[in-house]
């Protein structure tokens, strides 16, 4: 039945590299696993939860499949799920029995059943949503050979989530989102997320009991839209103080999500104590070891928000802290992990390089964990290892790594998709890890991806030699983009192979379009095939505007601080491309004209799948990737033009680039999956009252733009980081700050002057204040046509 479907690309693999593991991978983790296994919800629960799913899913099929929680013993000791005709004679009955050991294994299996017998397709509802048009109807399933399928996972866990995955891209969500949410990680496979919503209104109950008020908390938390980098101490303050209604709120919904985590049989992540304290906490303990960090990304040191307090993990308050934290949890959830997060050096590194002090650190930190629990594992971010990498060399890494008991640590290798660590690190000196992939950063809209990355990295980790790989993992920062990419990501939790169907677009839009299948197949050599180890940020000069001066006079001390391009980034978090030019420049790491002809391709196939919405959504993202790239064209030119003092051919470009913003919203505004009303209506409809609203606005308004503060002549050092391709954003935010830009340039040739850069700064802020203090409405509901807005768009700009 696999064969019915036509390939896109085929990965092989050589015989050699499917030795079979040594049994004693594991063995560090096994007693974690066997705890975690023994607070698994009963089958009965787990059933019933994998069926909810298939009724949200494809309620018409009720009753054509059964499924059944089996032990591991069923699957050789691994965990698995298995697929086989349900045999009966009976009408209207059972088809398909799905059998697995949690019912996040049932899930998978219903999934890898309906995509490679049923041709059916699963992603985000923003990103198309689902395509089960192909399913047959009741009663005419297709049935598998007499054999059946069982598919074991090669590693324990698939991790899902990023600690700023929650602001990004979960902040507005109701329990109606969440619930879709959860149900797309179990289908996915996923067993191992992240819950860090509501954590603050924990942290409001742990530190009453330490004498601090939830008014001294009002500067501590950040506003709804940046609470990650609240939780990691970047910042505090910034966009808040959170209201009890949010507090309350959050804490119900998490209560929800972790229930449905657990009826599915998955492990939640939970958080835990990092030393980040409040600042009312010096005075409360005068005494303790509590440190000011230095600035993280503000424009001045604004104290506001700048330089948080860190608790020094020495100090026996931080165990008392860290304790009651853990067991205000498990008071609250209830005993439903084992497994905590910590992150306390995330870019914040330890006073000292010394490896005794850092073993010392680490060894408070995971006491601090234990006294909560008495079984914690402490989970870690291996990101530090990577953007910190000057400090954390090897006897610094060995010595945090090895500060805990063996199999009590678990390390993300955060960014092995383009820069692994375990190769470099003797597999983490023995601690086990997760080979993780990043991949998006802000939440930026850009088709991109390492398909051949994904599919041979883990595959190549986990069977090299000494590996101490024990999971696969998704830690975009923000989700809802690039489907194919998590599609696959998402099946290496189960393939031993480097090798992956490629019935991916027949599957995603219900049939076979050859104009269609070709266009992918240059989609995959070209936009997700990035091979120049750059880390992606979305830096096309539309959304993420270049701030200097363009002028060829680069003897200046502005000019030669501009002459950096002042993107934002400016810690260690987040690399921007390095580059000699004195141009900005934005990641190309293809051939435009051949994504160009997948785009026409893409087109020729538009009248065989004008219904479907998978088609709309990836017609849309294709077009908006060319014409953004053009734009960046047509940005270098006007720049050009500009420093020979060509005003006619300035005039020319700039209007050029302003249309393609005119024209790329008007195309984003035919798809409901690219509007900024969606965002901002989600935070709204949060609020209880108009002043939470007004809040919550703003926090939306601004994370997407500004990001953080900002000065009358200085931009923030984050702007545009988490830009986003949204309707309604072009028009009223990314239209005018280039046509001011545009104007300013224009005065300079005419008036014969330099570039007022510092004028145009001043003027520009103040318009992006108004914007993220506005309240207009924008739509969110699409109009107009995709299919015939692309096509003119088309011949517009690439019809030869």
Known sequence: MLNKFNFLFLILVPSFLLLPLSLS??????????????KRASPSVQEAAAKAILSRLLPTHLSSFEFKIVSKDACGGDSCFQINNYNQSRQNGPEI??????????????????????GAHISWEKTGGIQIASVPKPGSLPLLKDEGLIVKRPVPWNYYQNVVTSSYSYVWWDWERWEKEVDWMALQGVNLPLAFTGQEAIWQKVFKDFNISSEDLNNFFGGPAFLAWARMGNLHGWGGPLSQNWLDHQLALQKQIITRMLELGMTPVLPSFSGNVPASLTKIFPSAKITRLGDWNTVDGDPRWCCTYLLDPSDPLFVEIGEAFIKKQIKEYGDVTDIYNCDTFNENSPPTSDPEYISNLGASIFKAMSKGDKDAVWLMQGWLFYSDSSFWKPPQMKALLQSVPTGKMIVLDLFADVKPIWKSSFQFYGTPYIWCMLHNFGGNIEMYGILDSISSGPVEARISANSTMVGVGMCMEGIEQNPVVYELMSEMAFRKEKEWIKSYSHRRYGKAVHQVAEAWEILYHTIYNCTDGIADHNHDFIVMFPDWDPSTKFGSSVANDQKKIYLPHGNRRYLSQETNSEMPQAHLWYRPDDVIKALQLFLGGGKDLAGSLTYRYDLVDLARQVLSKLANEVYIKAVTSFQKK?????????????????DIEILLASDDNFLLGTWLESAKKLARNPSEKKQYEWNARTQVTMWYDTNATTQ?????????????????????RASTYFSFMSESLRRNEEFKLIEWRKQWISQSNKWQEGTELYPV????????ISHALYEKYFAK
């Open 25 to 38: 991978q594991f063995d560090s983790i096994r007693p974690l696993l066997q705890r975690l296994d023994s």
């Open 97 to 118: 029995i799905i059998r697995g050991t949690t019912a996040v294994e049932i899930a998978s299996g219903l999934n890898w059943y309906l995509k490679y017998w049923c």
């Open 646 to 662: 060509d005003i006619d051919a300035l005039h020319f470009h700039s209007s050029k680039f302003l249309q393609l913003i005119k």
């Open 716 to 736: 923030s050092k984050l702007h545009d980081y988490a830009n986003k391709f949204w309707s309604g954003l072009f028009e009223s935010y990314y239209l005018p």
């Open 781 to 788: 509901k699409a109009n107009g046509n995709s299919l015939a």
